[in-house]
């Protein structure tokens, strides 16, 4: 997916729980900054004790999420975003995560993500609504 | 709180306390790299000449040329995929594996008459210094910024010069053979590997968020045509890079002449009591010379260039090399005296290694980050071979006119220089707009900023989405098409929202309103139509108007009347002949919409000279809150922007003694009062000190001093330490260098206790908690009044009723609001 713009990506932002709320005009700033990658099949995103500086969200194919025991924990489906937890607490992966298939993501740097939160505060709030949506599956 | 005093290692070597660890280890690996690849390159130079013979070399030369070439684009591979420290590991893995190979050759006898094996090592060695010289600073600058690189990267030079000198004195002791050398760089390459591993244990590097995913296919930024067409964008590193090109072309035209004039001087002046003929002669005066030279770039690397880089910038030190070269050749076109190829000599093997390098390190944070490491592979690997092959054919065309030819080529490596200086701010300003986040651009903006292709693209791609089934894509979509302005547009998308939902039409209306076409005729005429079909929008069109008019025209009319009242009241103060109301209107403006607060500019402008002191009692007022001081800095900078410049000068450093004020007191309050808890009002503290320096480089910014302040007021919040640096830099190239003096500690990232120690050196005041609440009561800050009056509430310090009820009689509702509740418990 090489020709991938910039509205495209901010359309594809709109979609996301996270940012969903916003106006084109911040779509479009934080679609600047978002970082495109494409892996192949069963490539490895990143493995538990490395250190994260980067949010992903899931453009096309899947991700699979990992223990450290490489017990399957979660997937990840376009739309869906992975990678948060050690931009918030500063701690190293503590999973894994892989691609099913041919995969592309989109990224954004710790840098700015706080950058986006401190200007839309909403985007905090969506973090925190998704958290709990979660945590409410799992009990 | 008590400031430990400077130590001997921060005097000499200006490295902070906290940095001396980190300091020492990339120190040490420079050392060592150096050491194990100098020892590979020396040793088979050495080898090579008794086994193969002098005449072999210019073959060897060609060999290494080519292959620089092809590890270049290896390296430029290899930068886009993997990551520095991968690079750098597998890098010292291959040398290792090459020496042990040649090391099993050895011991069955394998090479005794091969040649190939003599070329062999000789080009290995080559190769590995190379590469290992790109991957040292490659991964040393994942650890370090711009301010500090200016204070760190000279001393690191000079441990790679003694790791370099170090072969020297194991060469000279003559105890190591073949096979006992081959084990040494075996070792120094292996201890390096365990060396680093150490340092990515135990150091963190700075925000190095580029890099790219293990596996990452991307095909489009990998290309070489993309490499290609980023450097052509960026004039600053086509200018970087021509610089270092024409700095190797004059290495070996330099080296040619000061060689050529050594070697007449020697023939025509034969000393035979120093036996062994003019090639003795020649030999121990180039020995001395570099001896002396070697000293002399190790004493400047560890103790001058960051001193130097620090108060001169590094615009003068560019400068340098150049001014030395045209010096020497301007000398050596009229005079056969020796002091011009001495000079010469003196460039090549001591300011180029120690200062041009150390410079072309720092140039490097200017350029785009996402270029930097390629450009350096691009450099070292591909550009040197290529300039020493030019400066070759060069020199075998111009051999009789090679001074001139040096002449010429230092004027243009000095015409280089001064652009470089020139457009040094410029592209730091790119990187740092690169690296922002552009929160405050419109649509309209970005559209603005596009290609005309890609505009053209964008249009296709809204009108497709406007097609979707999906209203929140259509409705994005408007947002987009209404960007355009185009008024042509509006038709298409009225009709495609025509079967839309009731919602999804007052959505597109409410962004209608929100640009330029609220009052087009062709909006109010869809407006009627669409509240005559469905009354829930007909009623959510005129639900804020008591009137029940259904005429749009009219209630749009009435409700720019009203938008209007301040504005026209605002020009009905202009009448007025006394200046006296400037001041209250100024105060009063921290409510005004920016509308308003432009109209005030413009008409407290116009009155020119009556204003100004006005004006200017309330730019220096500390007690003015910071956004009308802003405001009366732009009518001065309007009326005349010396007289603004003239206050700035006095009134930024009273600011700066703000911000050391908060600074200090944030971090040592606490410690004086161990038992009360004032974590809240240490926050507070702190949120002042970033206060004052936002106001401090948005009046820059007023004045002109800075460019963008904008731009350097939300980068120097940025997370990023690199970022931080750039700033730093740009306000050192661009503001007054006292006011930089005085702000530079207050911005920089260096420990706080240098901060506090700048403030005391001042002979600043250390408050104490009752002087502390005191001066906060009087703060132009309103926080700072409130936390003033709660801490004294909460520790029934004299006086806290009063103060309290003070607060309770204020106008200002939040204040009264505070002190009410407190009041209340």
Redesign the interface.
């Known amino acids: 997916m090489n020709n991938l713009d910039l509205i495209d990506k901010a359309f594809f932002l709109k979609k996301t729980p996270i940012f969903n709320t916003l106006d084109l005009d911040l779509l479009l700033t934080i679609a600047d900054k978002l970082h495109l990658h494409t892996l192949e099949g069963h490539s490895t995103i990143f493995t538990p004790g490395e250190s994260g500086n980067r949010l992903y969200f899931v453009l096309s194919g899947n991700v699979e999420i990992l223990s450290c025991a490489s017990a399957p924990l979660a997937t990840v489906a376009p739309y869906g975003f992975f990678g948060q937890e050690s931009l918030f607490n500063n701690l190293p992966r503590s999973y894994t995560s892989i691609t099913r298939e041919r995969t592309d993501l989109l990224s954004l740097t710790r840098t700015n993500l706080y950058s986006i939160i401190s200007e839309c505060p909403s985007v905090a709030v969506a973090f925190l609504s998704e958290l709990h949506r979660k945590v409410d599956c799992v009990f | 709180m008590n400031i430990p005093k400077k130590g001997l290692i921060q005097r000499i070597f200006h490295v902070y306390p906290d940095e001396i660890r980190n300091s020492l280890l990339f120190a040490f690996l420079g050392f060592l790299w150096a050491f194990a690849a100098t020892c590979g390159l020396k040793f088979a130079d050495a080898l090579f000449l008794l086994h193969v013979g002098a005449d072999s070399l210019p073959t060897a030369y060609t060999c290494t040329a080519l292959g620089m070439f092809g590890i270049a684009t290896i390296l430029l591979y290899a930068y886009h995929r993997f990551s520095s420290y991968q690079i750098y590991l597998s890098v010292l893995s291959i040398g290792i594996c090459l020496y042990l190979f040649f090391f099993v050759l050895r011991l069955f006898n394998l090479d005794e008459s091969a040649s190939w094996f003599w070329y062999a090592l000789k080009l290995n060695g080559f190769f590995l210094f190379a590469v290992l010289m790109t991957c040292y600073w490659t991964f040393i600058d994942q650890y370090h910024h711009m301010q500090n690189s200016k204070r760190l990267y000279s001393l690191f030079s000079s441990t790679v010069f003694i790791g370099a000198a170090s072969t020297g004195f194991v060469m000279q002791s003559g105890f190591l053979t073949l096979n006992s050398w081959i084990l040494v760089t075996i070792s120094l390459l292996g201890s390096t590997i365990l060396w680093i591993r150490h340092i990515t244990k135990i150091v963190?590097p700075i925000?190095?968020?580029e890099e790219?995913?293990?596996?990452?296919?991307?095909?489009?930024n990998n290309s070489f045509t993309f490499l290609i067409k980023s450097i052509l964008a960026s004039p600053f590193t086509l200018l970087v890079m021509t610089c270092n090109f024409t700095v190797y072309l004059l290495l070996v035209i330099t080296e040619y002449n000061y060689m050529s004039s050594f070697q007449q001087y020697f023939a025509n002046s034969p000393h035979p009591d120093l036996g062994g003929g003019t090639e003795a002669q020649l030999t121990l005066f180039l020995g001395k010379c570099i001896s002396a030279v070697s000293f002399s770039n190790l004493f400047f690397g560890l103790f001058i260039y960051s001193r130097l880089v620090r108060k001169l910038g590094i615009s003068v030190m560019l400068m340098i090399t150049p001014i030395l070269l045209i010096f020497a050749f301007t000398g050596w076109s009229i005079s056969s005296s020796l002091l011009f190829p001495l000079i010469g000599f003196f460039v090549v093997e001591g300011t180029l290694l120690v200062i041009d390098d150390s410079n072309f390190n720092l140039l490097l944070n200017a350029v785009p980050s996402r270029l930097k490491y390629k450009i350096r592979a691009l450099i070292e690997s591909f550009l040197e071979p290529v300039g020493m092959l030019t400066s070759a054919i060069l020199l075998s065309f111009f051999k009789e006119d090679s001074k001139y030819l040096g002449l010429g080529l230092a004027v243009c490596l000095l015409f280089i220089a001064f652009t470089i200086r020139y457009r040094y701010l410029q592209a730091l300003f790119f990187n740092l707009s690169e690296n922002a986040?552009?929160?405050h651009?419109?649509?309209k903006r970005?559209i603005e900023k596009m290609q005309p292709s890609?505009q053209v693209?964008?249009k296709q791609?809204?009108d497709q989405?406007l097609q979707s089934q999906d209203e929140?894509?259509k409705l994005?979509a408007s947002?987009?098409i209404l960007?355009f302005q185009d008024p042509n547009l509006l038709p298409d998308l009225f009709k495609t929202f025509e079967t839309a939902s009731t919602s999804a039409k007052m959505k597109l209306v409410q962004n209608i309103q929100k640009g330029i076409f609220w009052d087009h005729p062709l909006v109010i005429k869809k407006m009627n139509e669409w509240g005559k079909e469905d009354s829930s929008l007909s009623f959510h069109f005129v639900s804020n108007k008591k009137e029940t008019e259904k005429d749009f025209q009219v209630i749009l009319k009435k409700i720019r009347k009203e938008n209007h009242l301040r504005l026209e009241t605002i020009k009905a103060l202009e009448t007025i002949e006394d200046p006296s109301f400037i001041s209250p209107l100024i105060r009063a403006s921290t409510h005004f919409r920016p509308s308003e607060k432009r109209l005030i500019q413009e008409m407290i402008a116009r009155m020119k000279d009556k204003a100004i002191p006005y004006l200017v009692d309330l730019l220096g007022d500390t007690s003015v809150p910071h956004s009308c001081r802003l405001l009366a800095g732009k009518i001065i900078g309007r009326i005349s922007l010396p007289i603004l410049r003239d206050h700035l000068s006095k009134i930024i450093p009273s600011d700066i003694e703000r911000a050391y004020f908060y600074f200090y007191h944030a971090h040592t309050i606490q410690s004086k009062e161990p038992l009360l808890d004032l974590n809240l009002l240490c926050e507070i503290l702190l949120t002042d000190y970033e206060t004052v320096i936002d106001f401090i480089i948005q009046i820059l910014g007023v004045s002109d001093e800075v460019e963008d302040e904008e731009l350097l007021s939300?980068s120097l919040k940025?997370?990023?330490p690199k970022?931080r640096s750039q700033v730093i830099e740009a306000l050192e190239k661009t503001v007054d260098p006292a006011i930089f003096r005085l702000l530079q500690p207050l911005i920089d990232d260096i420990p706080k206790e240098e901060k506090m120690r700048a403030y005391l050196k001042n002979q600043q005041e250390a408050l104490n908690l009752n002087a502390l609440i005191d001066r906060m009561k009087n703060s132009s800050l309103q926080i700072d009044q409130l936390k003033a009056v709660a801490l004294k509430y909460e520790l029934k310090l004299p006086g806290w009723m009063d103060d309290l009820h003070s607060q309770f009689s204020s106008k200002d509702p939040i204040s009264h609001q505070f002190a009410s509740e407190l009041l209340d418990t």
């Open positions: 963190v925000a190095h968020e790219a995913l293990p596996g990452e296919l991307n095909e489009a986040i552009h929160f651009r419109s649509v970005w890609d693209l964008m791609k809204l989405f929140n894509e994005l947002e987009g960007g939300r940025s997370q990023n970022i």
